[in-house]
């Protein structure tokens, strides 16, 4: 193992939970992952933003739950019996509950195996983006979700 | 041992005391002769210092001796109280305040020496003409008279079968700490013996017992103890417990003193005592030597102490009084005082959270006993009857957290009195309901906002002397504070007899600041611009001053008041005072609620809030400035379509009847329509968490017995 690295530094490994949304898959650090759910009945809360579909019950704990497409500017989500719910752990010990189209498998990738991107327009002006960067394994290409920009847009949208 | 421990003891009674010296100097200050409020000072400041240096807070310990010092002149009649006296004395408790906030804080007392108050406490008892000493000898006097007493009591030799831990002549010293004994003695130190009896009341013996090895290991050693410090440490006593200490110190008095000083200490007996007659462990044991039933027996020795002490108990003894036959008459055993115990608010939440579970759970099983059907009598009584424990646990645990109101306004006498200085007016404050209970973390949070209408009360209410005069009024303003329970809530009215809100002012200014526009104003009631009060960023105060008007302030009140789910409205009349309105709820965690469904979505309304409940024929809808009202037997009631207000669509077809829910809001009334009724529930209120937060007529979440989530309706918001 150890002349493995010094031939092959990779950086730092990190597990990722691969799901995917449409045709493209995300990555999401296991780190951040509490728990990974089968879709149920989601409670509607009224005059909440758009993504925002309702609150469930985690073990006792309400927890909201947001639809990633629409968070995504993406089609509404068609709920099929891979859909799952996957719960984050946010900042502060709060959860939040995140619906993606299915789960496929864990991938370890070395830190140094992702290549960093930011979008910008066509002005070069950086643009919002929920992407950190862009992984590559065996399989291809899995983009990799930036959760602090999925939470901190909440707050804009909570303000 | 580490003193750390004993920290929270400390700052509890610290507080007390200061509450205490706080009531009892603002008494003094209306009645300067009387000579128990007096004492009562002065055991406070006397209990404070002796806490305040056995901590090792040093700055506390100097200023509450000096402040002693001018208590006791007081009391000798050598000092009289003046109003510049009184005014020192709150200035020292301010500081004495700020010393217990930053142990509170930090552990430590900060480094402030305030010489300048302990100079101004100098000059008063310097001023009362008392030569500085007289406190001090006024102090030793009766401390030394009852020295040679004390030493003349012991008799020739404790009872045979005394119990150890109420006479250190019983104590049994193992032979290698015999001679260590001669030795100190054959070294000119002094070898004396202690007995010290805790008040039957006191709830942590160790702390106090731990406090009085201290003091002594600050003078000398603690040679033996019975019982051992071990099971001192570990509570292992009944009330008392006795030492042979050796010292350098030849004063009996000031022993005594140093044990004194530890509060809750009932009685302490100090003697010298020859080393070469202890007893040892190789002496022949005694028949039931340290057994409880000796108790009786062991009374002639420990009854004595009391006999011989009186002379020094008025000097130190707080609360000592009621106890004074306690010496040893009576059978050691249970005491007859109420048993309590402080216990962490936090290990209170974890058991509250505990009965919220546990009701949940209750109610899945009564809706899983449904859904499978069982109709069998016996199961349906299990679960009559585990809701009934349920429920009366539920009660029960609420009235743990419950605490009297009181803690929070006995501040306030105190701020009024300095208000009356600051300010230049007269104004009394009358209050009552002190024991009315809420929950702890209510009382907690509800300080500051009656803090700031008594202040808004003395500032704008109260008019000026000349202008009471003028209107007739008696020079003195009343403000006044009453609390009480109403059903299900605690209501708490603060108001005052002065000025009232003048509508007028307030809605120009709200035009001025462009929260209305003219045209809007024009169609406003009077209340309605009184509630413009409550707006954020308004004040009215002409001047900005100390004491209130800084801009924030009764939208602070209001937010403060509806997080803790209650709501605040004001009464006033022009020229003859307001009347604010706080009310609470009286629980916050569990609630009754009525389910309701709406647009096919389960919701709880708070049983409480509700007044009753309607059937109305859709004929019956009046339409009034394009409000849908109905006639509620004579009175004119606006009806809210919840479905519309939840952006939803309701499953009952228009021709049916309507299902209205009447609800109170403050003095009005509103129906809610919505389509079904569920039933009532007991619900246990859980937050949306902050991403769900936006949505305020919604005040939270209750999860049902299938695991179902139903959100709560806040009725307050829907209008």
Redesign the interface.
Known sequence: MDELRDTQDVGELIQYIVIKLGDEQYGIDIKYIDNIVRMQQITRVPQVAHYLKGVINIRGVIVPVMSLRLKMEMDPDEITDKSRIIILKAEEDTLIGIIVDQVNQVLTLGSKSIEKVTYSNDKGKKINSFISGVGKYEGGLVSILDLNMVEMEEDKANK | MDVSQYLGVFLDESKEHLQTLNDSIMQLEQDPENEDVINDIFRAAHSMKGMAGTMGYTNMQNLTHDMEDVFSDVRNGTLKIDSSMIDTLFQCLDAIQAYVDNITESQDEGTETNSNLIKALADIRAGGGAAPAAAPAAEAAPAAEAAPAAEAAPADGPAPDADATKDYRAIKLDPEAKSNLEDAKASGKKIFGINVKIQESCILKAARAFLVFKGIEEIGEIAASEPSTQDIEDEKFEFNFSLIITTDEDDVGKIRDIVKNVSEIEDCFIAEMDPSKARTTEDAEPAPAAAPAAAPAAAAPAAAAPAAAPAAKPAAKPAAAPAKDGGGKKPVGKPVVNRTVRVDIDKLDVLMNLVS?LI?AKNSLISAANSAGIVSGSVNEQIEYLESVTTNLHESVMKVRMVPIESVLQKFPRMIRDLNKSLGKKMELTMTGEDTEMDRTVVDEIGDPLMHLLRNSADHGIESKELRAERGKPEEGQIFLHAFQDGNSVVIEVGDDGNGIDAEIVKNKAIEKGIVTPDEAAALTEQQCVEFLFHPGFSTAKQVTEVSGRGVGLDVVKSKIESLSGEVSVKTKLGEGSTWQIRLPLTLAIIQALMVVVGG?KYAIPLDSIQSIEDVAPADIKTVENKEVINLRGSVTPIIRVSK????VSTKSEDEDLVVVITRKGDQQIGLVIDELMGQQEIVI??????????R??SG?T?LGD?????ILDTNQLA
Do not use: V
């Not at chain 2, 207000?645 to 939803?648: E, G, I």
């Not at chain 2, 937050?687 to 937060?693: D, I, K």
């Open positions: 579970e949940i979505e207000a939840l952006d939803t859980k937050p949306l968490g902050r991403y769900m937060s936006k949505c007529m919604i979440a999860i695991g179902e989530i139903a959100l």
